[in-house]
């Protein structure tokens, strides 16, 4: 009885994002190398799906979990500090103005999570990107080994500055893996 319910718990925590992103990976200095490095051959016209949330919560479609333990397992959503995610997306991913491959982004998803104890911050995103009426999806989980979160007080935390950069990366290694589905269309 003990172990069913064990698989059934292990089930149910399986789907929750903040918990794939507790147990995944670290991303390596190789493969942050490899997305920071990779050079975009299209240009983005329009960015679409960025939402702030009012309450925040790990539904939210785009959204920063806090979470630390040694305050006693303080949990809080916020909104991700963005003000333009439309600047800040074709920054992320490398919008080349004079590509000749046009492609609309929509944000599905962008989820941050911030921990301590371990100290890591991770951030999973997924893009839509149009060419024309072709849809191609693309997802990514970028995961770093430092501190990605400043408590202020048992129930305040503040996002650091560098976290961004985990979500501008994931940004574009979610537009590069839906790129690579068009590049790899039947045409």
Partial sequence: MKSSMLLVLVFLLSGCVTNQLHFAAYTTDAEL???KNKTI????TSISGDERCAPCSERSKVVWHAANYNVGLYEGFANI???DWSEFTKRSIGSDADASIKT???IDRIFVKTW????YYA????LSVYIGTAKYTGQSRVKIKRAGQEMVSQNQAYLKSETLNAVSLALKAAYIDAF???????R
């Fill in 180 to 186: 690579s589905r068009i590049e790899k269309a039947p």
């Fill in 33 to 35: 190398s490899a997305i």
């Fill in 123 to 126: 951030c999973e995103a997924r």
């Fill in 81 to 83: 500090p963005v003000t």
């Fill in 41 to 44: 051959h299209s240009t983005i």
């Fill in 116 to 119: 301590n104890s371990p100290d």
């Fill in 104 to 106: 609309r982004v929509e």
